[in-house]
Structure formats: C-alpha cells, structure tokens
C-alpha cells in the first residue's frame, strides 16, 4: 500500500517501514510493540535530523493507524530491552506479564540516566564520537583540529578507545558513533579501531566508521561485514586527488571512491560519503574555483554509496581560504538536493552550508 502522507523525503523507504510495522502487529502484545520499537530505532538515521523525529513519528501514526502515543511506548519498551528474551527475564517465578503492566511501568519512568560517559560530537549528523588516536599525521590543508584552540580541546583528553567502546556495548538506548571526527581512525592498519569495531559489533548502536585510509581500513572488513550495525564512509573532497590539500592522505580521493565500491559491491557494507569540506573559493580576479562540485561525487557514486553528508569549510579565515562566492551554496544546493531525490539517497547538509551563506 502506497504511503498517503506528503513526506519530503524519498517514501520507498518509509513505505517498507510502515508495512513492516503492519506485519509485525499481528504478533504477541509483548513482542510487536517491542519489535515496532526495534523497527523504529533501526531507522532513526533516516529520520535525517533530530527535529524531525516527531514528524515522522506522526506520520507512521496516521499510516499505519497505531497512536503516536502507543509508538512511543514501543520505543521506550525496546530502549529498556535491547533483546525480547530481556523483557521475558523480568517476569517472576510464576508470575504474570502483561503489556498493559509494562506500558504503565514505562510512562511512569523517568528519563534513564545515560550509563556511558556522553562525548558531544559537535556534528549534528551522530550523537557521539569515540576518538581512537590524539594526532593525525595526514596534514590536510583545511583541517581545523590544528588550530590552537581546537589543539588545546584535543589535548584536554588523553584518548582511551576500547574502553569508552565497552562502556557504549553496555548501553542498550541506540546512539550513532562516529569513528572518528577529530582524528583519523586508520593512521596505518592498527589493533586498536578493529578492537573498537569487534567491542561494538554486537551492540545496540549505529557504529560510522570515517577515514581518509579506507585501504587499510579494510583490513578490518571482516568484522565490518560480520555486523549490519557498522557503515564504513571516507571524505571525499573531488572526483581528482588534491595533493595541495591533503599532501599526506595515504589514499587520494579516486583511490577512496574505489576502496567505498568494493566494499558495497563485494562485501555489501553500509555506504557514506563525506562530502565535507566543500572546497569552493573566490579568487583575487574574482575566478570561483570549486575543486569539490559535490554533484559530480553524486552522479559518480550514487550506485554504490547509501549516505552523502555535505558541509562546509570552516574556519576559513584561520586556515587562509580566499572567500567563499556569494551566494555559492544556496544557489547549488537545491540541484544537489534534486540528485539525491533522484537517486533515492539519505542524506545531510550540515548547518554551516547556511550559516556560510550570511
Ligand atoms: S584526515 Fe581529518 S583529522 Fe586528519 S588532518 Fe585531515 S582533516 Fe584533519
């Protein structure tokens, strides 16, 4: 059946949410409203931002028929419950278990403390971030985690990555983890990220795996495709490599674009592309020059990359960019939005594409 509501967003994929939900209310009371909330939580990532949540949420109301209040039962109940056999576990010795008990406990809790340390990632596209690694070597021109008061946040926090994993394996409420942001995960092929990976493999979390090293970063493609939880991405910056401004990258951005292929394509990982940063200046003779033209990554990978992220160069005084173009992004982003409608993408521009704009 045809999704009716007038979503902005490419439907074919709600349209299998809400079917999905439909097949799954025909179950046991206990076990449909926890696998609805299992359901529902797996597809957070396409709910595209935060804000949105309870839109869609509304909308899987009306489509499927299910109160909006009865979804959100079912999401708490599975956040309680990372497995259906943990809520059978609470039942007595010969006691009773019903959905009515449990949806009464539910709305009388109280928002659970979070049991892991939270780490803000400062990207609005995870919840948080595990840094593997306190320095990158990879010297990219517009990184601005080498500006001094970046340098200093950095270094307030000595790294300890597979703990911080155990501690995230151990909590059942789904978050999405970016490996990493600040600095790169995959300096060389190393011990220390694949353990992170095999820690949070099995866990409840949506686990982002980026790095400019995809080529030694699928050394550890066994265990990344052992679980449907991990995506492996790369930035990619231009469909040509920019030795200018990413002189140490160990691979260039067609050797990345070419290691993300053969991981769909071979190996069937969860795809992401990092657009970001969109490296677009206005010259002194007023020439724009776009090394980034994120249509053209779009057209060139879409048949093997599930996720684009875009955002913007920051910092662009600090690190000595020439301006950006007036107007340069609102003016593309809407044909960039159309490519991505097209071809059936999830995606995120980031907030500084706007804030750039002003
Ligand atoms: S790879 Fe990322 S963290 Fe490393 S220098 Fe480049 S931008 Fe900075």
Redesign the pocket.
């Known amino acids: 059946m045809k999704s009716v509501c007038r979503l902005k967003y490419p439907l074919e994929w709600f349209d299998e949410l809400v079917e999905n939900i439909r097949a799954i209310w025909i179950k046991s009371e206990i076990e449909k409203h926890w696998a609805i909330g299992d359901l529902i939580l797996k597809n957070r990532l396409k709910f595209k931002k935060p804000e949105y949540g309870n839109k869609t949420i509304a909308h899987l109301a009306i489509e499927t028929g299910i109160s909006k209040s009865t979804l959100y039962d079912c999401i708490k109940l599975r956040r309680r419950y990372p497995s259906i056999e943990a809520v059978y576990n609470e039942i007595p010795p010969g006691g009773k278990l019903t959905w009515r008990n449990i949806r009464d406990s539910l709305r009388k809790q109280r928002r659970r403390r979070v049991t892991v340390q939270e780490r803000e990632t400062g990207v609005e596209y995870a919840t948080h971030n595990i840094r593997v690694f306190n320095n ?1 070597l ?3 021109r ?2 601005y ?1 080498k500006l001094p008061l970046q340098r200093s946040r950095l270094n307030r926090r000595v790294p300890n990555p597979t703990e911080e994993a155990k501690l995230y394996a151990k909590d059942p409420e789904p978050k999405i983890i970016m490996i990493d942001f ?3 995960p995959y300096p060389t092929k190393n011990s220390v990220t694949r353990k992170v990976l095999e820690i949070l493999g099995p866990s409840a979390h949506q686990v982002m795996v980026l790095t ?1 090293n995809p080529r030694d970063a699928m050394e550890d493609i066994d265990v990344m495709s052992k679980y449907d939880n991990i995506w492996f991405g790369s930035s990619v910056t231009s469909l040509y490599p920019l030795p200018k401004e ?1 002189p140490k ?1 160990p691979c260039d951005n067609p050797e990345r674009i070419e290691c993300l292929k053969i991981a769909k394509e071979e190996y069937g990982l969860h795809t992401f592309i990092s657009t970001e940063p969109w490296l677009v200046w206005e010259d002194d003779s007023g020439e724009i020059i776009d090394l980034t033209r994120p249509w053209e990554i779009i057209e060139h990978t879409h048949s093997f990359i599930d996720y684009y992220i875009i955002g913007a160069l920051n910092y662009r005084e600090q690190l000595g960019y020439p301006p950006l173009p007036k107007g340069y992004y609102k003016h593309h982003i809407p044909h960039i939005l159309y490519l991505l409608m097209k071809y059936k993408k999830m995606f995120f521009f980031k907030k500084e594409l706007r804030i750039n704009e002003k």
Request: proline fraction near 0%; charge should be negative.
């Open positions: 990158c990879f010297n990219c517009y990184c985690s600040c600095c790169d400019k990413e990258a």
